[in-house]
């Protein structure tokens, strides 16, 4: 269950009646996880979305951030430029379960289509709040941590598909520093991962997304990144045995 207090999102509730459960978006395993249980709880402060490619974490993400009025390619709700449609039609067939206050700000970071995000922030001539440097002539991590560190502000509802994508280790411990002052403020952000490092955000609920339409919290130890980076880190020579055994010759 969420913690008591709420946040700006609740839950995610699926309206997909009618729709062919064989196609996609409806055949993704998080969407047959989302049928089946009904609604997927959110924590007020931070929830993370973790689970292999194909599990649908990203198109959830998406899915939420356009039912919640945000730009499928990203940037906050005053953005409405479009490059290529390529997201899918599950924003459609969510409703949000709002709380009771209303976020002051907000933005939606898809690490994919974050280079279009930068030229519309140009076009706009809106870098001021962005650090004050044209996010073009910075590296895409840099990039980044300037969205969070300048943009991101207190209050804000923050969904964030891979943000890891362009970041190095500091990076994410920035990131993770980022968060957790935010949060500490009254933001509450959704966040898909691969990173082992962002999931040690102190209290964040761990929602892990398998293949088979399981959804099930876990705590950080328990969270596959974690738990597969620490296997490999402590024996690498065992997986690469395994993966490379037959490659020589």
Not at 36 to 62: H, I, M, Q, W, Y
Request: charged share 20%; glycine share 12%.
């Amino acid at each position: 269950m969420a913690k008591a207090g709420g946040g700006f999102l609740r839950w995610v509730e699926l309206d997909d009646a009618g729709a062919d459960a064989r196609a996609y978006p409806f055949s993704l395993p998080v969407v047959a996880g989302l049928r089946k249980a009904g609604r997927l709880e959110l924590d007020p402060k931070v929830t993370f979305l973790v689970g292999d490619n194909g599990t649908g974490k990203s198109t959830l993400v998406e899915a939420i951030a356009v039912a919640a009025g945000f730009n499928p390619e990203g940037g906050s709700q005053n953005f409405h430029f479009a490059t290529r449609a390529s997201e899918s039609v599950l924003g459609e067939h969510l409703t949000l379960v709002r709380g009771l206050r209303k976020p002051r700000t907000g933005f939606f970071l898809r690490a994919e289509s974050f280079y279009n995000v930068a030229t519309e922030i140009e076009r706009l001539a809106v870098q001021g709040s962005y650090g004050g440097r044209n996010l073009h002539e910075r590296s895409h991590g840099e990039s980044f941590l300037d969205l969070v560190t300048y943009r991101f502000g207190p209050q804000g509802l923050y969904l964030l598909d891979e943000p890891e994508a362009a970041l190095s280790v500091y990076g994410c411990l920035a990131v993770i520093a980022r968060i957790q002052e935010l949060a500490g403020q009254g933001s509450q952000f959704v966040i898909a991962t691969h990173s082992p490092i962002l999931l040690a955000v102190p209290g964040a609920r761990i929602l892990q997304l398998d293949s088979g339409g399981g959804i099930t919290p876990v705590g950080f130890d328990e969270a596959e990144p974690v738990a597969l980076t620490r296997s490999f880190l402590a024996e690498p020579q065992v997986y690469l045995h395994h993966l490379l055994s037959g490659q020589d010759g």
